[in-house]
């Protein structure tokens, strides 16, 4: 029984290490605002929303002289625990990145009044009639219009894929990704009324954002119905999406970052979150001393989202539908076009 | 319809492999719960494999040779230091998720994904010619276990530990045997995931070394049954692959199939000796 403890403890020791030996944050020290940054499953090096903000963190490092401590919670560890670790060393500001630390964000909040939090991502309950519940002063959640985003390139796939029928591929089945799906419908029926929206989840729990071989055959089978360009929402499973493309010789959209390397001429364009501004900005505050709480929204007018346009993909979007493009982006800025979120 | 057939296929082919992995480690007695870890370190050595030999069945081989590498430490664990069965399984399912992160990290400086891996190219209509070898692993496990000798004492010490002892039979090493067999023949479905996708990504195999075992208890221990049972599973994925959005089965039905089903053939088989005698027994 003895030799049992001492392998499993060496299994887990083993384990811890290899989570804990990730590369380092950097230092901590001097003057200037004290940051702590919780990562998201995945963390640095994602190539996604963590990556964006630690680019916003490290911004903030570099420009305004913050001092930024990185956590990375592995998989299956209690996430609070790094966020509590964080508070309870006095930090000026404790950020989560993703929805997931929600309910932790709401709970240490409360707990830690004189620590200002901030929530990338963060799901704003709701009372029983479907109302936002007003936030505490020392938290601010960080949100994207993620469909005013997904709009522009529903329209854009519905206007330069050269097919009627386009798809959608979701990861997990939730509020979050249905807003990424209800923006991108609604910016191809804008612009073709008679076209038609394939749409697919690659599952109802979170191992649905890591699944590129369930990701690949929903691709493949929406390619098969006719569709020639298909938006993905769902992390790394959407990596199989793009050898989808690449196989039939399709388009996809990528999401969150510029995605193009993952399958370089079959990329139309990528839905880009500014997680990076938002983070910075969220830094910025607390220097300024204008923190303040509550929901702070980043849509097509304050640049939090937009779509990949530059030398890599510029070939694959013809000039009318650039202008066209921008038109509707002036008209859901002006607020003439309101882009639906359910 | 033949587009049907082979994603049906497609899909079957890591429950196929990783299934026969787990009716080969069960039947000896040791419990299967190590599948999903297997499958990540065969995923993850293949992709490695073939970037650093530039060729996919040297990845294959490395896929192999990670996951026999992570059996090897179960049955380090269970046969030498007599562990428990199902801890150590948990420990090392854990272990190989975060092991393959950090070498992911350390090696090619990303948390998501390695570089692309050429592989067999376009691979076929059934990804990869790995897929062929997973039709025929459960057959070959059939095989092996009904017409062998070897087979024959996987079954003796699965059964009855003490009268393989008497026997003459080492039980401690047949069931050595089978567990590195387990994790190579896991090893080889996670290697077919790699390659389909062309690179490895963190947590990619994404439960489906737990459906396998469903599949292997909803097949009661039996190679054919449980071949069976994989398809069956598959065949609900992909019919609710083409059903979503047109047809009103929710997902999260389809979903639960290999588990409800699982429940259900655990409930009915009460009082019929399915499971193998000593499964999850130490050797005393």
């Known amino acids: ?342 | 319809m033949s587009d049907l057939l082979f994603q049906w296929l497609r899909i079957a082919a890591p429950y196929l492999c990783a299934a026969a992995g787990g009716v080969l480690s069960e039947r000896a007695g040791i419990i299967a719960l190590t599948l999903e870890g297997y499958l990540l370190a065969g995923a993850f050595g293949a992709a490695l494999g073939a970037l650093a030999t530039d060729g996919p069945w040297l990845g294959v081989a490395a896929g192999i040779g990670a996951a026999t590498a992570v059996a090897a430490l179960h049955a380090a664990a269970t046969l030498r230091f007599r562990a428990d069965q199902v801890v150590t399984g948990v420990a090392l399912n854990l272990l190989v998720d975060g092991a393959t992160t950090f070498v992911l990290r350390r090696v090619y400086d990303s948390s998501a994904n390695s570089p692309r891996v050429e592989g067999f190219g376009s691979g076929g209509d059934l990804g990869s010619p790995v897929g062929w070898l997973a039709l025929l692993a459960l057959p070959a496990l059939w095989w092996l276990l009904a017409r062998t000798r070897f087979g024959l004492r996987v079954r003796a010490v699965g059964e009855a530990p003490e009268a393989a002892t008497t026997a003459g039979i080492s039980v401690a090493r047949v069931r050595w045997l089978a567990v590195l067999g387990s994790g190579a023949l896991a090893g080889l479905g996670g290697a077919f995931l790699a390659l389909d996708q062309h690179k490895f990504s963190t947590g990619m195999t994404a439960g489906r070394g737990f459906i396998a075992l469903a599949a292997v208890i909803f097949g009661r221990w039996d190679p054919l049954r449980t071949a069976g049972a994989c398809l069956l599973f598959a065949a609900a994925e992909t019919l609710q692959i083409r059903l979503q959005g047109t047809a009103a089965i929710p997902s999260q039905f389809t979903e639960m199939i290999p588990y409800a089903l699982t429940i259900v053939a655990l409930a009915t088989l009460a009082g019929r000796a399915a499971a193998p005698a000593a499964l999850g027994k130490a050797e005393s």
């Open chain 1, 1 to 342: 029984m003895r030799n049992v403890v001492v392998f499993v403890a060496i299994l887990l020791a083993a384990h811890l290490a290899m989570l804990a030996l990730g590369p380092g944050d950097a230092g901590a020290s001097g003057e200037g605002v004290r940051v702590g940054v919780v990562f998201d499953v995945g963390g640095r090096g994602d190539k996604s929303f963590n990556d964006g903000a630690w680019q916003g963190a490290d911004q903030a490092r570099r420009d305004l002289g913050a001092r930024v401590r990185f956590i990375e919670p592995g998989e299956g560890t209690d996430r609070e625990a790094g966020l509590r670790l964080l508070a309870a060393e006095g930090m000026d500001l404790v950020v989560g990145v993703g929805f997931i630390f929600t309910d932790d964000l709401l709970q240490l909040a409360a707990e830690y009044p004189d620590t200002r939090f901030a929530g990338v991502d963060f799901a704003v309950p709701t009372d029983s009639l479907g109302r936002p519940r007003p936030l505490p002063p020392n938290l601010v959640a960080l949100k994207f219009r993620e469909e005013e985003g997904s709009f522009l390139v529903g329209a854009l796939a519905a206007l330069a894929g050269g097919s009627r029928t386009v798809g959608f591929v979701g990861g997990m089945e939730s509020p979050l990704i249905r807003k990424f799906e209800a923006g991108y419908a609604a910016g191809v029926k804008h612009v073709c009324p008679s076209c038609e929206v394939l749409s697919a989840y690659a599952g109802v729990t979170p191992a649905a954002f890591r699944n590129p071989g369930k990701g690949k055959e929903l691709a493949l089978s929406q390619y098969g119905r006719g569709a020639r360009v298909i938006y993905h929402a769902s992390g790394s499973t959407g990596l199989g999406v793009f050898e989808a493309a690449r196989a039939v010789r399709g388009l996809a959209i990528g999401v969150d970052a510029d995605q193009y390397p993952e399958a370089p001429g079959f990329v139309l364009t990528s839905m880009v979150k500014g997680i990076d501004a938002a983070v910075f900005d969220a830094i910025r505050r607390v220097r300024d001393g204008t923190f303040a709480g509550g929901v702070r929204q980043f849509g097509l007018a304050e640049r939090g989202v937009g779509f990949v346009d530059d030398a890599n993909n510029r070939a694959l979007i013809p000039d009318p539908v650039r202008r066209r493009l921008a038109a509707l982006r002036d008209s859901i800025i002006a607020g003439r076009i309101v882009v639906p979120s359910t």
